[in-house]
């Protein structure tokens, strides 16, 4: 059964960090590419950022380069976002998804094959 399990979420002030993390199973992980997206009350879910464990690609949507870092544990099979100087747009439920590395679509672009339940990061004024 193929599971992402996010966490790390929580409340935190404007300039503060989080570390969200994606617990991995079910799949081969080195095979596919985990990817970041949040959604905000009222918008579309977009993505946020990307990693290929098999060539190590990263990829940023443009308004967090500079302040997220996506990591990857292969070990663990495990992925992290760090996420630095938090504002308060950056509110909303955060997603892992899944899919495999060999995928027709951007990286941050849907569709993925698996999704996490979700993790909210609310970033206060």
């Known amino acids: 059964e193929v599971q992402l399990v996010e966490s790390g979420g929580g409340l935190v002030q404007a300039g503060g960090s989080l570390r969200l993390s994606c617990a991995a199973s079910?799949?081969?992980?080195?095979?596919?590419?985990i990817g970041w997206f949040r959604q905000a009350p009222g918008k579309e879910r977009e993505g946020v950022s990307c990693?290929?464990?098999?060539?190590?690609?990263?990829y940023y949507k443009d308004s967090v380069k500079g302040r997220f870092t996506i990591s990857s544990d292969n070990a663990k099979n495990t992925v992290y976002l760090q996420m630095n100087s938090l504002k308060p747009e950056d509110t909303a439920v955060y997603y892992c998804?899944?899919?495999?590395?060999?995928?027709?679509?951007?990286?941050?672009?849907?569709?993925?094959?698996?999704w996490g339940q979700g993790t909210q990061v609310t970033v206060s004024s």
């Open positions: 990693i290929s464990s098999s060539d190590g690609s990263i």
């Open positions: 998804a899944a899919r495999p590395t060999n995928s027709d679509y951007p990286a941050l672009y849907e569709p993925y094959d698996y």
């Open positions: 079910g799949f081969t992980f080195d095979d596919y590419a």
